[in-house]
């Protein structure tokens, strides 16, 4: 009987996770994604400078998330936003049932069951069309390796080298398995440990950005605080002046003016006194534009 309890407790686990992930696409940061991927898959290239902003596009741009972007951007043009959700909710899935196949021997069926049930609550918040629908489960599947490794004299190690290339080129979030790997071989030191998983962290180099893009989750730990030198020193974190808002509102034509006014603009439209030209000032452009805009829906369609 306990048995069967323990089984179904696996199985209510699970399927709560699928049911949790499977959810519209509800994050604006998606469609961002989307349309680097396009870039990207459109011009063969990963772009070394911010082509997509609006406001600093010769901006360098390390963008680590280059091969999810392009992932989901096909994925997109196969089955569309549905596609996209089936494809998260596989993902976030399955990091919840490897994380109940790597506690289950500790804490056993309903121990295990328990855990995961508080882990899915708090990660729910992340079950989202973003790269972490690709971290969560390298990361619960890199910590299984390195566990499989520890009760079997090292086997499977040499799966941390691949897993560290895939996860530094989808998510910044590569840094946690870093962590991870040295935590490992400060615990509990063997020779498989140390050459597989010090090959593993030097792997992070095969990025299309090299060291930059290993140390950019490093510079960024700079920027949580607001007061920031380095925070206030990023050009699309700062307003921008009326006069310039407006210069660039009659300059921009053909192009979805209201959507491309993005970070610092909006920063700016968020007061109450500047809503109404803004809003004024893009129904204008729209009325102005009708044809090219017309045009822009038709080649996204």
């Not at 990963?46 to 609006?54: E, N």
């Not at 309903?110 to 882990?119: D, F, R, Y």
Request: glycine letters at 8%; charged letters at 20%; hydrophobic letters at 55%.
């Amino acid at each position: 009987m306990r048995e069967i309890l323990g089984k179904l407790a696996r199985i209510v686990t699970v399927a709560l996770a699928a049911v949790l992930a499977f959810r519209p696409i509800d994050d604006f940061d998606t469609w961002w994604h989307l349309a680097a991927g396009r870039w990207i898959a459109g011009h063969g290239a990963v772009p070394s400078t911010d082509t997509l902003s609006h406001t600093v596009r010769d901006h360098r741009w390390i963008n680590l998330e280059w091969a999810y972007e392009v992932v989901i951007y096909l994925l997109h043009s196969l089955g569309g936003p549905v596609l996209l959700s089936v494809a998260a909710a596989v993902g976030f899935t399955l990091a919840v049932w490897l994380l109940l196949r790597l506690v289950q021997p500790h804490l056993g069926d309903a121990g295990g069951a328990i855990l995961s049930l508080l882990v899915l609550l708090v990660m729910q918040d992340r079950f989202t069309v973003r790269p972490e629908m690709v971290s969560f489960p390298l990361l619960v599947g890199l910590l299984s390796v390195l566990e499989f490794a520890r009760t079997r004299e090292g086997r499977g190690l040499w799966l941390l080298v691949p897993l560290m290339v895939v996860w530094v080129n989808v998510h910044g979030l590569f840094i946690i398995g870093v962590f991870a790997i040295l935590c490992a071989l400060s615990g509990a030191w063997s020779r498989k440990l140390a050459l597989w998983g010090l090959a593993a962290v030097l792997a992070v180099i095969v990025n299309p950005f090299g060291l930059s893009g290993v140390l950019l989750p490093v510079k960024l730990f700079t920027l949580i605080d607001k007061a920031s030198p380095a925070l206030q020193a990023i050009a699309e974190f700062r307003s921008l002046p009326l006069a310039e808002v407006r210069r660039r509102f009659r300059e921009t034509a053909g192009e979805l003016r209201g959507y491309l006014t993005v970070v610092p603009e909006t920063r700016w439209v968020k007061n109450a006194e500047h809503q109404e030209y803004f809003f004024g000032e893009t129904t204008e452009h729209y009325e102005e534009h009708t044809k090219e805009l017309q045009a822009i829906l038709e080649a996204v369609r």
